[in-house]
């Protein structure tokens, strides 16, 4: 006497083999690496942001530099503070996850805009390697300085 299986049966069989193939060939194609954040070319006020991002994330100093507005570099230069110095600032026991969640244009002024970003960071460790989470959400300024949008407030992404 063998097992029988109904037609239900098999559709659950069927599904979770489907998604174990999906999962190796997803896998195997991406070699378990995460995917390469690339820089962004639009036009928009989010760009910036994302490109000071990834730029510190590579430890690209010359083009985080180029995000910002001439005036925070001016300041920056009065004030003897230069956060372009070294190789970047990330941690490489903490990933980070940055996340546009909104742009809103300066009504009265339409070379300014203000983008509300959520950065997300993973610590490792803790009881069985699980780590931890934290999210952080702030608003930041941008600018439209010589026909492109600059970061206008000294976030540094660290």
Known sequence: MGIRFDKFTWVVILVVLLLLVAAVVTVNRSQGEPAELAYRTDDDPATPVWNAFVAFQRGDISTARAQYS??????????????????????????????????????????????????????????????????????????????AWKLDTDEYFY
Do not use: C, K
Not at 79 to 105: C, H, K, S, W
Not at 121 to 132: E, Q
């Open 70 to 147: 001439s005036r925070l570099l001016d300041e920056q230069r009065r004030n003897g503070f230069d956060p372009f110095t070294g190789r970047g600032y990330m941690d490489d026991r903490t990933a980070q996850r940055l996340r546009i969640a909104g742009v809103e244009l300066d009504p009265a002024d339409p070379d300014r805009a203000y983008v509300t970003i959520t950065i997300d960071r993973y610590y490792p460790g803790g009881l069985f390697g699980g780590g931890s989470t934290s999210s952080s959400r702030r608003t930041l300024q941008v600018v439209r300085e010589e026909g």
